[in-house]
């Protein structure tokens, strides 16, 4: 009787083990699809680039000819003066726009989280830049920004002040750039907070409240701590958005004046669409993707740690 | 021809005779071209669109032939140009080529020669070629009807004219500049900002520096390379001469222009013309419909042109602008050869002068020594016309979109003062030199100009 009870045993786990084997290879499978798909579209382009990217090449009777001249490319590289100007700009542009954008948005999603009527209304008309199109938002603030006709300078002239260069003082150019920046993608930031704001324990809230605490140390103790994990996301999501800036960049002054606000995207489109150099358009594109990857991976870890 | 097209030719010639005031046009010699397959053609959206709109329908509804337009701003049109020519069939029959471009195009094989399509295909002789820009010497890697194969036409030719106010400069007692002396004159005269400035030109880095440079540049005796059609690259850029034309360049745009001058591009520039708020300007010829048109402009009737001037006692510089209607390899025959059909029409003397009637800018010098000329509503052409003389293409070489981009940024710093004249030169110079050295080019530099 024994022996058949044991035997029973066996053959229930030999059929577990087959069907978790069999369960385990129909997972490994199913992944398949989805990993076909991501190295097609994903992988493939990015590895295209690497044989482009030590290559020069030229069309001849309709046909590409490529030239193995990966120290070319790499000379190229190093002596691009212009993509020097444009890497520090684009450092400067993530880390302030981002920055400005973080605290803006925090303390948004504070102050209307903390609304007793009418937050589903100012959540949206909060959220309002975002649904506008890039193309629309570099236009209007191009316009905003206009010396002789734009708003800004109306109402500077209006409190007695003289027009003030916007786009066209070197100085000046990058911040009017950053201001967009902000204006259009501070929103985001505020949406992220807002939803983890909303999900704050009560209780933990209530008893700080209990406890005697201020409103400062409220944020400061209680309430930056919860969020971390929503800031550290809202903080990655916009420095890689930062990074890739370009329509409203490109249509509010093209890099310019000078190399003001040339970040590193305009400098790719220029090199690789303008100048049409392919193969240094590719090594450039890929040193713009390394050195992304490196920069949030380095933000990511000194988040982590803080 | 047939009935049908009998009709249409004859219902679309009284169409333009009634829309016309000029009893000419209906009389005017046209080309029976048959009946050809639908073409596609690739056209940007600039000032000049508008005549070339009304021209495609006129042809339209002459001959029954179906003509698409794609219609793109000027930023896109490279790219979709591109695209294809590279693709297995182009989806275009016609393209639309800077001058700036023609040379990747046809260095790159992506063209059919004209006489390839149709060996019996001829420009007619009063069709302007705008120093070649049309032909392709394929050995000598340059642009000339010497040896060169004919590629294609320039349905616009841009060059520069300067816009001026009638209507201000009549009633200070000035005459239209003939020199930048007298520009900068002229301006000292009127200019009284913000709501007047006396001169202006476009400092925005990129083409617009470069292009609005170039006459300053011509009329002073300097050039950028020395002479590349005799294959000598030596970078000259940064000759004493150069010095002296961009720093008059800039002194004039600083003294004469909105302080955002070092940003201004042409739609900022018409804009500043078009409501009045500048007495004189540079710009290419196609700006034209812009200050004439009721609906976007404050000073209709009260802008004239003249010849861009040099400085004083010298011979004006002007520089060539033009577009070039072009016919990828990758289009099928059949329509290939429709689109030469429409080339063949588009050239005809009726044809052109309906097109400067819609308010382009027509190709074939007998347009501008028409009657049309003596006309008010195109004042303009004679200061077009007297300006071909001194038209000269530059950057007619392979690398010249790449000179383009170290120029467009070396002047705009210059422009907004990051740097000096002479360090703006050395440097442009010395970038050129490196990447005409890269290409295998003849070059040199000269010496470097004291900072």
Known sequence: ??????????????????????????????????????????????????????????????????????????????????????????????????????????????????????????????????????????S?????????????????????????????????????????????????????????????????????????????????????????????????????????????????????PGTATELVSLHLNRVFFEQNQLGYGAMLALTVIALTVVTILSGRRALARS | MTLRRSILAATAACMFAWMSPHEAIAQAAFADVGKQPPITILINSSPWFGGFEKIVQLYEQQTGNKVTL????????????????????????????????TIEFYEGG????????????????EVLTFQDSNFWNAERRWRTRDGGKLMGYSPN??????????????????????????????????????????????????????????????????????????????VTVNSPEAKRALETFVDLGRRCAPPNFGVLGQGDLIQLLATGRAAQGMAVIAAWPSFEDPTKS?????????????????KPGIVIGNWHFVVPKSSPDDRKRAALAFSRWFLTAGAQRAYAEGGGIPVRSDTFTSDLASQPKFRWMKAYIDSQPFARQELGFAEGAQVEQILGLRLNQAVIGEISAARALNLAAAEIEALLRQSGRRTGLLAPLAE
Not at chain 1, 84 to 100: G, R
């Open chain 2, 298 to 314: 404050a000073v209709v009737g009260k802008i004239s042109t003249t010849v861009v001037p040099g400085p004083a006692g010298a």
């Open chain 1, 1 to 138: 009787m024994r022996a058949v009870a044991a035997r029973d045993d066996g053959e229930i786990d030999a059929s577990a083990r087959l069907g978790a084997r069999l369960d385990a290879s129909f997972r490994f499978w199913c992944l398949w699809p989805c990993i076909g798909i991501l190295g097609a579209l994903t992988l493939y382009p990015l590895l295209q680039l690497v044989p482009m990217a030590v290559s020069t090449i030229v069309f001849v009777s309709g046909e590409s000819v490529w030239s193995f001249t990966p120290r070319r490319n790499f000379q190229l590289l190093i002596e691009d003066r212009v993509l020097q100007a444009a890497i520090l700009n684009t450092l400067v542009f993530v880390v302030v726009s981002v920055a400005i954008e973080m605290v803006l948005g925090f303390f948004a999603a504070l102050f209307i989280a903390c609304l007793p009527r009418a937050r589903p209304f100012a959540r949206t008309v909060m959220i309002l830049p975002i649904l506008i199109p890039a193309v629309a938002i570099g």
């Open chain 1, 140 to 256: 209007m603030w191009k316009l905003i920004y206009n010396y002789d006709f734009g708003l800004l300078n109306q109402i500077v002239q209006l409190a007695g002040f003289g027009a003030v260069n916007w786009l066209g003082d070197k100085h000046l150019a990058l911040l009017a750039v950053v201001v967009v920046d902000v204006w259009h993608w501070t929103p985001f930031v505020f949406l992220i907070l807002f939803a983890a704001i909303e999900s704050l324990p009560r209780d933990v809230l209530e008893a700080a409240r209990i406890d005697g605490a201020s409103a400062w140390q409220t944020i400061h103790r209680v309430i930056l701590p919860l969020l971390a994990p929503a800031l550290a996301v809202a903080a990655l999501f916009r420095a890689i958005g930062a990074f890739k800036a370009f329509d409203q960049v490109y249509l509010l002054t093209a890099g310019g």
């Open chain 2, 110 to 125: 992506f063209l059919s020669p004209l006489v390839e399509i149709d060996a019996n295909f001829a420009l007619p002789a």
């Open chain 2, 70 to 101: 794609d219609v793109t701003p000027f930023g896109g049109m490279l790219e979709k140009a591109r695209n294809a020519v590279r693709a297995r069939q182009s989806p275009y029959d016609i393209l639309n080529l800077d001058t700036q471009w």
């Open chain 2, 157 to 234: 030719g841009n060059v520069h004219v300067l816009y001026y106010r009638s209507d201000l400069f009549e009633k200070a007692g000035l005459q239209p500049p003939k020199s930048w002396e007298d520009i900068a004159a002229s301006c000292a005269k009127l200019h009284a900002p913000p709501g007047m400035y006396g001169y202006v030109h476009r400092g925005e880095r990129g083409n617009a520096v470069r292009f609005d440079w170039m006459p300053f540049m011509i009329s002073a005796g300097a050039s950028i390379v020395k002479s590349p059609e005799n294959g000598d690259f030596t």
